[in-house]
């Protein structure tokens, strides 16, 4: 079954500076797709950024983006120049047939 | 385009009841996915639904369903509540079952 690990529970960094959140999982699959969500403290949950397992090619999106490593099925989110409103839960999801999403990580971003 | 909507936002009911959420998908997306959502468990999926077909079962009891209608409007039923079920429910609807999913404002359901 497909599982999605994501090892930092909560996690504070100084506002513009860059932090890193870890993420892996396990399928043996070799189609998916996995994404970034975040969810700030008025819940709505957003998509920030997604990448397809058979791209070689990290995704980005302005300050977000991630380093994919299939072999190893790592999927970190890299938040540059973080700012008070990347404060947020943030959660790893794996999707094939089925979406599985990991337990989150609580970031604070300190003024 | 209108976003996910969720209704009701927030609802109060006691042990034994049961309850009826709806969810309304973003116009042209026919996957329709629920999850409970609360401190200690994290985000658990209960069930997906895709052009009125339930396609995927999380694992939870028979007292939790669901449905689509063919306008892709989902609604999830919970019977016999107990206190337990209090939670945040989210539902997220997508174009297809490999895109990503876009989230509803979710529906706070309180258990007395």
């Known amino acids: 079954a497909q599982t999605v690990t994501q090892s930092q529970p909560e996690m504070s960094v100084q506002e513009a500076e860059t932090v890193t959140l870890s993420c892996t999982y396990d399928t043996s699959e070799n189609n998916y797709y996995l994404f970034w969500y975040k969810q700030p403290p008025s819940r709505q949950m957003i998509l920030v950024i997604r990448?397809?397992?058979?791209?070689?090619q990290n995704a980005t999106e302005n300050r977000f983006s991630v380093n994919f490593q299939k072999a190893a099925k790592s999927f970190s989110l890299k938040i540059s120049d973080s700012q008070l409103g990347d404060t947020a839960m943030y959660f790893c999801a794996f999707r094939d047939d089925k979406i599985i999403f990991g337990k989150g990580t609580r970031l604070h971003i300190l003024p | 385009k209108a976003g996910v909507t969720q209704t009701p936002r927030y609802l109060i009911k006691t042990r034994g009841q049961q309850v009826t959420l709806s969810c309304s998908p973003i116009?042209?997306?026919?996957?329709v996915s629920w999850y409970q959502q609360t401190p200690g468990q994290g985000l658990q999926f209960l069930f997906e639904y895709f052009s009125e077909t339930q396609r995927n079962k999380g694992n939870f009891p028979g007292r939790f369903s669901g449905r689509q209608f063919s306008n892709s409007r989902s609604e999830m039923n919970v019977s016999t509540l107990e206190l337990g079920d209090s939670a945040l429910y989210l539902c997220?609807?997508?174009?297809?079952?490999?895109?990503?999913?876009?989230f509803g404002p979710g529906t706070r359901l309180t258990v007395l």
């Open positions: 116009s042209g997306h026919r996957s």
């Open positions: 997220a609807s997508s174009r297809d079952r490999t895109n990503e999913q876009f």
């Open positions: 990448q397809e397992a058979y791209k070689q």
